[in-house]
């Protein structure tokens, strides 16, 4: 039965490693239905993550932090949507400058408070979200396939991990059920015929911008005091364009979204499993080709199979009201 063993270990590191993906992709595709390209989100992890594992170590609860990093998260998508849609500056630009920025500001912010290179404190457990054990575990671990299955993938996951699954329909009712998600994907598609009708462009477009920053703290909470125990040096290591990546081959659809989020998460859960293989006799696989496989794999195999993605009509571009 070991490769049962190992099939539990692939679908619960699979779970864990693609929640701040299917947060930060659900983001990405609030901010850019609405017309507004968000390459910003790596940044907005990153300092959410920063701000969460600070609070929670100086304040010693989780729920202090996650507070944190969502107001940090929001207060960035605001800065972007002042460039962006305020003032109809360059998004891309603006999302790459968030993304300098924070990259920098953390590891100096880290030395100054905690002279750690950059880290912050190593957080215990009660400044943490521990993994949420579900009732009856010891009645079902006995019973075959199943029990396994249910307590070593399904239970003992983060709390944060159950929400980011939750969400996937919540952002699908939002935009498909709801009259702000049909105003949200008209203001995507032709944001003169929304101003036509009476409603404000960029606050409709500045709500979504700010949801998504929102999204992008519970991602970097995750990161910093679920998945991880304190903040370390570019800890997000390029999830947010992944991200960014997952929303796009998911052609800005919530539900296909998630299945790409997936697929990075069980290739990069997969990827430690190569360490160790021999190739040519006694070489091994290289470790910054393991690490670096399941970023190029996922790419390959999700352009191979995505087919044309079209975007929003009116996304990148600034709405300049007619006079």
């Not at 700010?210 to 040096?233: D, E, K, M, T």
Request: proline share 5%; hydrophobic share 55%; charged share 10%.
């Amino acid at each position: 039965m070991e490769w049962f063993t190992t099939v539990l270990y692939l679908l619960g590191a699979t779970i864990r490693v693609s929640t701040p993906l299917i947060f930060c992709a659900m983001a990405g595709l609030i901010s850019e239905r609405s017309g507004v390209i968000d390459i910003g989100l790596e940044g907005k992890m990153l300092a959410a993550a920063f701000a969460a594992a600070v609070v929670a170590a100086l304040t010693g609860s989780a729920w202090d932090g996650l507070a944190a990093a969502v107001l940090v998260g929001a207060m960035l998508s605001l800065l972007h949507g002042f460039a962006c849609i305020t003032h109809r500056g360059d998004q891309v630009v603006s999302g790459v400058a968030i993304n300098i920025i924070v990259s920098g500001l953390t590891v100096v912010l880290g030395n100054a408070w905690f002279q750690r290179g950059g880290e912050t404190p190593q957080l215990q457990a009660e400044q943490r979200f521990m993994g949420v054990i579900f009732p009856g575990t010891d009645n079902i671990s006995h019973l075959p396939l199943l029990g396994p299955l249910y307590v070593k993938v399904l239970s003992g996951q983060s709390l944060l991990t159950y929400i980011a699954f939750l969400l996937v329909p919540a952002v699908a009712w939002l935009l498909y059920r709801s009259r702000f998600g049909l105003r949200l994907r008209a203001v995507g598609e032709n944001p003169a015929v929304v101003d036509t009708a009476g409603i404000s462009v960029d606050f409709l477009r500045y709500r979504a911008v700010v949801l998504g920053g929102i999204l992008c703290g519970f991602a970097g909470a995750y990161l910093a005091i679920a998945q991880n125990a304190g903040f370390q040096r570019d800890m997000t290591a390029g999830r947010g364009y992944i991200a960014l990546a997952a929303m796009i081959f998911g052609k800005w659809k919530p539900l296909p979204a998630l299945y790409a989020c997936l697929l990075f998460g069980f290739l990069d859960a997969g990827a430690p499993l190569l360490q160790g293989v021999k190739i040519y006799g006694n070489t091994e696989l290289p470790v910054q080709l393991i690490q670096a496989l399941p970023y190029a794999l996922t790419v390959i195999l999700l352009a191979g199979f995505i087919g044309k993605a079209i975007p929003p009509k009116a996304i990148g571009r600034p709405y300049i009201k007619e006079r």
